[in-house]
């Protein structure tokens, strides 16, 4: 009996950053979603549940584990939301636009992402600028158009090609509204209204390395969005009034410069803000009475490394980085807010 075995290096097996599963662009545009959570509901080991008409909370459950503990990615740049019970994130309205590949890593990767991964990360990556669709280095640029039941329409507009200094920018926006139907049923009396949902976004992407200079990446994205709800399904529910403003905003900045053997110094700076507005102004006699909520949360990172040669079989790496972290409650809770700064070296 002959047992024999291969020894994998360590830096090999700490610095591998495994995907369970690598959705492509080709089967997003395939599949024709619009929203990341009709394609999540598709995908084994995870459960998508949706609270009232489009566009309300909606959360993701990994291998049975709740929203809050799947670290959620854009970019790179972390998106839970410290306003939200848990920082949980809601996949309500993160739309496919301009998406390049999405990878969902199931199970625990605290090695890599920290303890927000517990259930899993889901990573979306955005198109890079560059090469356009037909394969040459010109500019392409495509615009869509739908429509359908229910007053429903959207338009989606793409744009990437060369900058000057060999950089190359990408740039998206879409817009979409449906009027929906009713959550409160029109068997009952004063129920009439529809309630619809919309919500617009906008992303760019620079990315180039200029000759003799660093190599730089930068991005971000912007999306809005509102959803009309009601009190419930019986008599005079509907109310017309009451709904949910969403606002997501992030960007990062990534850039790094080979010096020498003992500088190569790589910058990384990322940003996430969330803002929720909950609105019900008195409208009837038989409205209960009037309701403002206002959350926001916010991320902020900043880290600066560098690796440096020291020999044939050795290096050194050092860095440093800082995180905030904040939440508020308008009128509730003013803002409060943790701070992290860390120091390494290998």
């Given at each position: 009996?002959?047992v024999?075995a291969?020894?994998?290096?360590?830096?090999?097996?700490m610095?591998?950053?495994?995907?369970?599963?690598t959705?492509?662009?080709q089967?997003?545009?395939?599949?024709?979603?619009?929203?990341?959570?009709?394609?999540?509901?598709?995908e084994?080991?995870?459960?998508?549940?949706?609270?009232?008409?489009q566009?309300?909370?909606?959360?993701?459950?990994l291998h049975g584990?709740?929203?809050?503990h799947?670290?959620?990615?854009?970019?790179g740049?972390?998106?839970?939301?410290p306003?939200?019970?848990g920082r949980?994130?809601?996949?309500?309205?993160?739309?496919l636009l301009?998406?390049?590949?999405?990878?969902i890593?199931k199970g625990p990767?605290?090695?890599?992402?920290g303890?927000?991964a517990?259930?899993?990360?889901?990573?979306?990556?955005?198109?890079?600028?560059g090469?356009?669709?037909?394969?040459?280095k010109n500019?392409?640029?495509?615009?869509r158009g739908?429509g359908?039941?229910?007053?429903?329409y959207g338009m989606?507009?793409?744009?990437?090609?060369?900058?000057?200094?060999?950089?190359?920018?990408?740039l998206?926006?879409?817009f979409?509204?449906?009027?929906?139907f009713?959550?409160?049923?029109s068997?009952?009396p004063?129920?009439?209204?529809e309630?619809g949902?919309?919500?617009?976004?906008?992303?760019?992407k620079?990315?180039?390395?200029s000759?003799?200079?660093l190599?730089l990446i930068?991005g971000?994205?912007w999306e809005?969005?509102?959803?009309e709800?009601?009190?419930?399904g019986?008599?005079?529910q509907?109310?017309l009034?009451?709904?949910?403003k969403q606002?997501?905003s992030s960007?990062f900045i990534?850039?790094?410069?080979v010096?020498?053997?003992?500088?190569s110094?790589?910058?990384?700076i990322?940003?996430?803000s969330?803002?929720k507005?909950?609105?019900?102004a008195?409208d009837?006699?038989?409205?209960?009475?009037t309701?403002f909520?206002?959350y926001?949360?916010?991320?902020?990172?900043?880290?600066?490394?560098n690796?440096g040669i020291?020999?044939?079989d050795?290096k050194?790496?050092m860095?440093?980085?800082?995180?905030?972290?904040?939440?508020?409650?308008?009128?509730?809770?003013?803002?409060?807010?943790v701070?992290?700064?860390?120091?390494?070296?290998?």
């Amino acid at each position: 009996i002959l047992v024999r075995a291969e020894r994998v290096p360590i830096e090999e097996m700490m610095n591998k950053v495994r995907a369970d599963r690598t959705i492509t662009s080709q089967e997003i545009s395939r599949k024709g979603y619009n929203f990341l959570h009709q394609l999540l509901s598709e995908e084994a080991g995870i459960h998508v549940v949706r609270s009232g008409p489009q566009g309300g909370q909606t959360s993701v459950f990994l291998h049975g584990l709740k929203s809050e503990h799947i670290l959620v990615l854009v970019d790179g740049v972390p998106m839970n939301d410290p306003s939200s019970p848990g920082r949980a994130y809601d996949f309500s309205h993160l739309s496919l636009l301009n998406v390049d590949r999405i990878e969902i890593v199931k199970g625990p990767d605290s090695i890599h992402y920290g303890s927000d991964a517990l259930a899993g990360v889901i990573k979306i990556w955005t198109k890079p600028g560059g090469k356009g669709a037909t394969g040459d280095k010109n500019w392409n640029s495509i615009l869509r158009g739908e429509g359908g039941s229910f007053k429903s329409y959207g338009m989606q507009a793409e744009t990437r090609g060369p900058l000057p200094s060999t950089y190359h920018l990408n740039l998206a926006g879409e817009f979409y509204n449906t009027r929906g139907f009713s959550a409160a049923s029109s068997h009952y009396p004063g129920n009439e209204e529809e309630d619809g949902f919309w919500r617009q976004s906008a992303q760019a992407k620079i990315e180039g390395r200029s000759e003799g200079l660093l190599h730089l990446i930068l991005g971000g994205k912007w999306e809005k969005s509102k959803t009309e709800l009601d009190q419930g399904g019986g008599p005079y529910q509907d109310d017309l009034n009451y709904s949910l403003k969403q606002e997501n905003s992030s960007y990062f900045i990534e850039a790094d410069k080979v010096m020498g053997r003992f500088w190569s110094p790589v910058l990384k700076i990322k940003s996430a803000s969330h803002v929720k507005i909950a609105n019900d102004a008195k409208d009837s006699t038989t409205d209960t009475g009037t309701l403002f909520e206002f959350y926001k949360g916010k991320n902020d990172v900043i880290a600066l490394q560098n690796t440096g040669i020291l020999g044939d079989d050795s290096k050194l790496t050092m860095g440093v980085e800082g995180a905030r972290e904040s939440m508020e409650i308008r009128g509730i809770m003013p803002e409060r807010s943790v701070t992290n700064q860390a120091l390494f070296v290998s």
